[in-house]
């Protein structure tokens, strides 16, 4: 086994303590991962409810996802998240998001992804970081030990095409989609990028492919940008096109603003123009300024 592997190993097999720690009001039943599509299929098979839990590398130290139980506007964060009963908010933070929250001097090392099973379905999908304190109001975690991150993204993105095939969508199964995808985000797994491109480019759900344009943004990154503007010029419906310019309002500024003035000049869609054109004024940068002072100059 050589260095690299050796860390990785290592760092899985301490995760799951530090997470568990956090875990409150819960009958905890520890198993070894296994095949997780199986050990998943398995678990299933009861009737529940009952949830079924583990942890991943997170995408970054920066990556926080916690509740807050009553939100002021102070901008304080996070209370304790309630998994059975939904009481509280949700908050997620990343690099360029730094609401103020419990100090960790090293920074969250992993994300806990969770999943509610009843009736032998998944009925929700939920994703925290390892710091967030979390109530699972009495019930039976099942607690997968040594899951890979690769097997956990294919997981999450085949429960999200399952979600996104249906001819009826509830509210229940777009929040499924939405706390899928998230999940999906919230793995530092380079194959994390490569399901919500595919997701994106590919899938034959409208929603879905503006979902995962939206958590593709949250990456960032050369390759989000070039899926976004594909969507952009290709994608055959103008809904998809819209919640790609927002995604594109998403990106550093550095590389999103350009790509919104260009899409403002050129594109041929009025809807996806205006979208930019709005996006661009919310930036606040001087290059957006500069672009509209040239349009109302003319």
Known sequence: MNRL??????????????????IQNAQLQERPAGDLSRTFQQ??????????????????????ACCWDNWSGSNACCGRCSLEERKSGRSVTT???????????EGSTSAVVLYRIENHRVGKVRAFSDSCEIDAGGRTIYWLT????????????????????????????????????????????????????????????TRVRGEALFWLAQRAGQKAAGTITDAIANDP????????????????KDEGVPKLIEVARTNRNPRVRQQAVFW???????????????????
Request: some cysteine; charged content about 20%.
């Open 5 to 22: 592997m050796l860390a990785s190993a290592c760092l899985l097999a301490t995760l799951p303590a530090a997470a568990q720690s956090n």
């Open 43 to 64: 678990l299933t098979g009861g009737a529940g409810p009952l949830w079924i839990a583990y942890v991943v590398p997170a995408q970054s130290p920066d990556w926080n």
């Open 95 to 105: 690099t360029s998001d730094r609401r103020s929250r419990p100090v960790q001097l």
């Open 146 to 205: 040594g899951v890979q991150p690769s097997a956990s993204v294919a997981l999450l993105k085949g429960l999200v095409q399952t979600n996104g095939s249906g001819a009826d969508e509830d509210q229940a199964t777009r929040h499924i989609i939405g706390e899928a995808l998230l999940a999906i985000t919230a793995h530092q797994a380079p194959e994390a990028t490569g399901a919500l491109v595919d997701l994106a480019r590919n899938d034959p759900a």
């Open 237 to 252: 419906d103008t809904r998809v096109k819209e919640r790609a310019v927002f995604a594109l309002s998403q990106l550093p």
């Open 280 to 298: 661009l004024g919310q930036s606040k940068d001087p290059r957006a300024l500069r672009f509209f002072e040239e349009i109302l100059s003319k």
